[in-house]
């Protein structure tokens, strides 16, 4: 008899890691359903729609459950309580120690999980491309926080200070799955903040 309901002891938290670290190894295109219900437990297809609707819609709640487990070191960039040169520094680090971690898959999933969708799949692109934008502009507003205390020139061209950090941030990913240890990420990350200090005038 073919099974109708989610199994007993279905366990939905546990359903969505297992989700998460498909998506997050794999990409969401790749990903497909066979390998979401067998990681899942080997649940029915039926099961599956019950629980989540839809692998789309599956894939914005794995993107948000990211958000607020391993996709947190980004919290820090909103904190307004901290040096914004801290601020920026402390996200790294952390970026650094999270993406290097060898208890789920290496890299970031908002980096790398929608780099092989084809155009029927460009939702999924714009979801990351979102959570993305959305932590360039947290950095541009800590640059422009140290702009307005005066610890940085006030001719300091502030986008492209934050277009640097937030690339070497996205950076951290592609190079932690090329095999960069948490140390010489570590270095790196000295070095992009050496930059800090560095004035770049805005254009005339």
Same mark, same amino acid.
């Given at each position: 008899?073919?099974?109708?309901?989610?199994?007993?002891?279905?366990?939905?938290d546990?359903?969505?890691d297992?989700?998460?670290? =498909?998506?997050?190894?794999?990409?969401? /295109?790749?990903?497909? $359903?066979?390998?979401?219900?067998?990681?899942?437990?080997?649940?029915? !297809?039926?099961?599956?729609?019950?629980a989540?609707?839809?692998?789309?819609?599956?894939?914005?709640?794995?993107?948000?459950?990211?958000?607020?487990?391993?996709g947190?070191?980004?919290?820090?960039?909103?904190?307004?309580?901290?040096?914004?040169?801290?601020?920026?520094?402390t996200? =790294?680090r952390?970026? *650094?120690?999270?993406?290097?971690?060898?208890?789920h898959?290496?890299?970031?999933? *908002?980096?790398?999980?929608?780099?092989?969708?084809?155009? /029927?799949?460009?939702?999924?692109?714009?979801?990351?491309?979102?959570?993305?934008?959305?932590?360039?502009?947290?950095?541009?507003?800590?640059?422009?926080?140290?702009?307005?205390?005066?610890?940085? !020139?006030?001719?300091?061209?502030?986008?492209?200070?934050?277009?640097?950090?937030?690339?070497?941030? *996205?950076?951290?990913?592609?190079?932690?799955?090329?095999?960069?240890?948490?140390?010489? $990420?570590?270095?790196? *990350?000295?070095?992009?903040?050496?930059?800090?200090?560095?004035?770049?005038?805005?254009e005339?």
């Amino acid at each position: 008899m073919a099974r109708t309901g989610r199994p007993r002891g279905f366990d939905r938290d546990a359903a969505l890691d297992a989700a998460m670290h =498909l998506f997050w190894e794999h990409g969401y /295109e790749p990903t497909t $359903l066979n390998l979401l219900k067998e990681a899942m437990g080997g649940i029915s !297809p039926t099961s599956f729609y019950a629980a989540f609707g839809s692998k789309e819609a599956l894939f914005r709640e794995v993107v948000e459950r990211y958000r607020v487990t391993h996709g947190s070191v980004t919290d820090i960039l909103r904190d307004e309580s901290l040096p914004p040169r801290e601020v920026v520094e402390t996200c =790294l680090r952390r970026s *650094v120690a999270m993406q290097t971690d060898v208890s789920h898959p290496i890299g970031c999933l *908002v980096t790398q999980a929608a780099t092989n969708c084809g155009p /029927e799949n460009q939702f999924a692109a714009d979801v990351l491309s979102a959570e993305r934008r959305a932590n360039f502009e947290a950095i541009f507003k800590q640059v422009e926080r140290d702009i307005a205390s005066g610890h940085t !020139p006030p001719d300091t061209d502030a986008h492209a200070v934050a277009t640097f950090f937030s690339t070497f941030m *996205v950076g951290i990913a592609a190079s932690a799955r090329d095999g960069a240890s948490r140390e010489e $990420l570590e270095r790196a *990350v000295s070095l992009a903040m050496a930059s800090w200090s560095v004035s770049l005038p805005t254009e005339q």
